[in-house]
């Protein structure tokens, strides 16, 4: 039975109205990705943090799944068990969708998380506040619930398992700053590159088409929802084998 592995990036969200992070409109030209986003601007400044992610949340609240998140819906549900997604998304636009298999690398921003016991918990939309508390062991060292820089990702290690049990690779959305793809694309025989950006991958050398031609059998140089049925078209060929 062929495997897929996807690892998505923010590009996937853009077009339901969710701000890239390092595009020129993206979060980290408003905001000191250091202060919001490290554990060393959580120590600092917890509250600057949480109105951060409350944020975040808040303007989740009335975004819908585009037709990506609804064309990679359609293909975990036609072919089940065979799609292993990680998505560096923290937003829940591919499980409204109909995803049900999504591994969030990075967290996921409706919920949030104690300190003390560990314990994570839906809050939906709703904004963190001074006086929450963990549901389970009561201890009001509360945070939200998305990886921060200087601090580990355990879901990280479902990245070498994919990489181990698939033979399709598609990249979508992503600039590739934190999960560098090109590294992950070197393992595949068959493999997908969509961005609408020509980027600079991180640790190959050459010129863009010079990396592209070594790394990658397709490039789709398009926004994710007019990439959708080219995408789909190559992952049902694939799986269908
Ligand atoms: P980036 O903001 O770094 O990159 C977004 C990518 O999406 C860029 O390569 C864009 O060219 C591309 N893009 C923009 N619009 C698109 C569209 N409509 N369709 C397809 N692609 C499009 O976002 P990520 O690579 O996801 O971490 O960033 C990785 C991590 O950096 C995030 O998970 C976040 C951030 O710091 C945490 O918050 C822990």
């Not at 640790?203 to 790394?215: L, M, P, R, W």
Request: aromatic share 10%.
């Amino acid at each position: 039975m062929s495997k897929v592995m996807i690892i998505s990036g923010a590009g996937l969200s853009a077009q339901s109205g969710i701000r890239t992070f390092r595009d020129s409109d993206g979060l980290w030209e408003e905001y000191d990705v250091m202060q919001v986003c490290s554990t060393q601007g959580w120590e600092r400044d917890r509250e600057l943090v949480t109105n951060f992610y409350n944020a975040r949340r808040q303007d989740l609240k009335d975004k819908l799944p585009n037709k990506a998140h609804q064309t990679l819906a359609t293909l975990e549900q036609r072919f089940p068990g065979q799609i292993m997604h990680l998505t560096q998304n923290v937003d829940n636009l591919l499980e409204r969708a109909g995803c049900r298999e999504i591994i969030h690398l990075h967290g996921t921003l409706t919920d949030l998380r104690c300190e003390a016991c560990g314990h994570v918990w839906d809050v939906g939309y709703e904004a963190q506040n001074e006086y929450d508390a963990c549901p389970r062991c009561e201890s009001s060292a509360v945070r939200h619930n998305v990886v921060m820089f200087g601090e580990s990702a355990p879901q990280y290690r479902h990245i070498y398992e994919a990489v181990a049990q698939c033979e399709l690779f598609v990249a979508i959305g992503t600039s590739g700053q934190v999960i560098d793809i090109v590294p992950i694309a070197k393992e595949f025989e068959h493999s997908v590159l969509i961005n609408p950006k020509q980027e600079e991958y991180v640790t190959a050398f050459g010129s863009f088409e010079q990396k592209i031609d070594a790394f990658f059998e397709h490039f789709i140089q398009k926004k994710a929802s007019e990439a959708a049925d080219e995408m789909a078209a190559i992952m049902v060929q694939f799986l269908q084998r």
